[in-house]
């Protein structure tokens, strides 16, 4: 019998999961978008008829609940976006938001994992929900001084007292401008468009990376358009609104393919097509 494999969360009419592993895989499996009325109605659909699924929002917290097994890190960060079944551990949760995440980031600045890291680099991560709390685990773990915040302070508090996660510092919305200024990595995963960073001074954002999770509406190309592609990756020109030349901007597209990749890998066991699934990206969102 032929794998079946989907997505849940609500909405997902919009998502791009299904075309990109149809390009990873070759039509070789089944992933549908399986539209349910809540979160029980979605898990009850996988687990009568589906080998593995991604979890998007606003379910990604629920599903961890729901595994019989969960991997060292979707248990640091309580949320899970891939759930599959297994023969010998049941249903298993995984997060392929921090292997996507660990994957670009040590890829953007170069990392040597097996060199520490570069302990230099300061990351601030925006938003504590699933997408900023996975976030924050990769830039830690890769060795970056990684500081998290959250305007509720309490989610931040519980997130960094998980065990794992000692070396995550919990950061407080009212230092934000201070947080921006000694910050060299910006990852916003706030689905809206934040107005304390729409005024703040081209400074703040001079030769640094930001690396947003929203790939749907994302808030710095609505806020901040002028993007070109330098050598380097995605950067603003000169008459950009808001950020400088010198600002390297990681796109929400960029995010959702990494994440994919790694993801689809864990469903399926099999490496994906790479190739095809960035020559659909570049074809239809223009990110390359």
Known sequence: MTKRFGLIGKPIGHSLSPALFNAAYGGKYAYDLIEADDFKGSIERFRAGYDGINITSPYKRLAFEEADTTDDTARRIGAANILFKTADRGIVAANSDYSGIKMVLGDHFEIDE????IKKIKTLVI???????????????LGMKTVIVNRTYAAVERFVSRPGNEKIIAGK???LDEL???SQLIIYTVPVVMEELCRLPKRFFTGKSIFEANYRN????REYRGMRLGK????FRKD???????CYYLSGEIWLMAQAITGFRLLTGEDPDEGAMLRYMSETRKII
């Open 218 to 221: 994302p808030s710095f190309t």
């Open 240 to 246: 950009s609104i808001g950020i400088p030349q010198r």
């Open 173 to 175: 919305m009212h230092d």
């Open 127 to 141: 938003g504590c929900g699933g997408a900023g709390m996975a976030a924050a685990c990769a830039s830690s773990d």
């Open 232 to 235: 380097n990756g995605i950067t």
């Open 180 to 182: 921006m200024e000694a």
């Open 114 to 117: 097996n060199k520490n890291g």
